[in-house]
């Protein structure tokens, strides 16, 4: 079932999105596959020496923002997606992607709805929190 326009409302809150705890395992993956390479994320002496201690990639964690958008709104029906990071993220933290729509505008091609959306570990701290804009499309066939 295609996602409209009428179908949301201001508050209207974005599917959860629950990953289990981040494990080094997925760090060096996801180091192989984004060519981010540094220590930080996988080093602990290196880490430790830095004065934080292993981190995950903040591009990892903003994957996880993505995916939960993603997941609800076609990615084609994206127009704007806007990150900042706020925390650092640890391994055997879990992260938690959830928001809610903030604003509703009704235009002639669709009705874009503008959504803030958060990522938060287990302690409900903050690691990324942001902002996306979607076109839906309207009932009736119409744009």
Known sequence: ???????????????????????????????????DFNPLHYDDEFAEKAGLGVIAQGMLIMGFVAQAICNWIPQKNLRYFKARFVGMTRPNDSITVSGNVVRKTDKENGGVITCEIAAKDQNSEVKISGLFEAVLPKRGGRK
């Open 1 to 35: 079932m295609t996602l409209c326009y009428e179908d949301i409302e201001v508050g209207t809150p974005i599917p959860t999105l629950v990953k289990p705890p981040i494990k080094r395992e997925q760090l060096v993956k996801y180091a192989g596959a984004s060519g």
